[in-house]
């Protein structure tokens, strides 16, 4: 009888069990050489390669306005598929991902913009009333909105000032890097093609809401958050009966002011139209609703709202009485990044110390400063932007490794939840995509982390240039494509 088995016992010897015990844990993790289930990832190369091809050609996809590039890693493999990574395509709003990493390298964890109000040194208060004017110093906080307004007058009341004697000052300040001219009106009147300046309000757009009121009647215009002496609406729209709309919207500037012209039909049964338009005067827009908000907390300003032009060489003259803080910069890259927000990126972007060199350093970083040279446009707008698949791709590797990785991870839109990705409710448990998605006329593409199962994740960059006809043929194309990464 073995010395290891007890009396009577008919049981194995326990070096018996043991090897056996080893040999069906190999035999299951190398599954993939005996051709038997990969419990522990989904993707061969051989396999994820194949079904690329298959899915390529049942599209009909150009394969020369296709570059992608993919890398997995997972306990029994790791690979990569490339097609034509090492091309120059457009990336439109992947170039985010870049200023994300340079704004955090420029500033770290911790920067806020700092927003206040003052007066001059020499300005007295005597019984409720500043004998001088109030100044308004934009700190280039990308998104100084309607609730930091209301905090910095709430804070301002507590100095106990009901009366400015002078004017409502703006302080007009200028970029180092002006990614945008300031002094010049946008090229459209679109959102997204809104100007920047350090003093800024509500990302320089307006909401605009119609409403049908009765039929035969004209409709209502809601203004977020309030109508202001900068703006004028010209309401020509009618209600009529039903659900059928049809409107217009056309914008003016006439002596710094924004004129609306709204025209058009909408019907009793149909949903809020709702339109953003950017503005023409930053400094001026805010201190129309600037003066509002101080007179809803019952400050009054005897004064004009005036502009000035203002260098921080300047600021000793002048005594701080509020002051407001922008959120942290890794929520501010989550909103420029989830939403593809262009405003916020271009404001980021020219209060870079140095821009070019800021950008450079990035990429150098990845070991591609090359391709600095080819970064036109940090929000992506540009045409003329150009980088590789395998650049972006490496970018995201950088992602994974770097001090800040859990904010920048955070950043990214999550499929099936929030930001661009967020109608991407196809991603089952165990599963997750969390990328970047860029979106151009004849060009759309994804950057970012598939999570295809516990053990695998893969790192992918997707972009397609193509036709302006077959834009959203790709649009859906991207989605197909990210499905078919987590479903084998």
Sequence with gaps: MHRWQHHGSSSLPIRTILFFSFLLFSVITNAQFINLPNPGFYWTKKSLDKKIQKFIT????????????????????????NHNAEKYFTPASLNKIV????????????????????????????????????YFNGGGDPAFVSESMWNLVRIFSHSNIITIKGDLVIFKKFFKYNIKKDNKRPRGDRAYEALISPSSFNWNSLSLKVRASSAGRKANIIIDPYKTKFLKIRNNIQSVAGKRSNIHIKRLIKNKK???????????????????????????????????????????????????????????????????????????????LKFSNN????MLSSQFSNYNLRIKKTFQKIGRGDQSIYFFNPSGLSRKNKLKASTILKLLKYIKNHKYSPELLSAFSLAGVDGTLKSYNFVKPNQSIRGKTGLLNA???????????KKEELLVTWIFNGKAKDTLKALSWRRKFLKLLLNK
Excluded: H
Aim: aromatic share 10%; no cysteine; charged share 25%.
């Design 58 to 81: 049942k599209n009909k996809i150009n394969p020369s306005n296709l570059s992608f590039a993919i890398e997995s890693k997972n306990p029994i493999e790791s690979f990569s598929i």
């Design 99 to 134: 200023i994300a990493l340079a704004a955090l390298d420029e500033w770290g964890i911790k920067k806020k913009f700092t927003s206040s109000l003052l007066k001059k040194k020499s300005s007295n208060i005597i019984k409720n009333q500043l004998n001088g004017s109030l």
């Design 258 to 336: 924004n004129i609306l012209i709204l025209s058009g039909v909408i019907g009793t049964k149909s949903k809020d139209f709702i339109a953003y338009k950017n503005i023409s005067n930053p400094e001026l827009w805010l201190g129309s609703y600037l003066r509002i908000f101080l007179k809803k907390q019952g400050i009054s300003i005897k004064g004009k709202i005036k502009i000035k032009n203002f260098n921080n060489t300047d600021l000793y003259k002048y005594k701080k009485i509020a002051e407001v803080k922008s959120k942290p910069l890794p929520l501010l890259i989550s909103d420029m």
């Design 343 to 346: 405003y916020i990126t271009d």
């Design 443 to 453: 060009v759309v593409a994804f950057s970012g982390f598939v999570k295809a199962g």
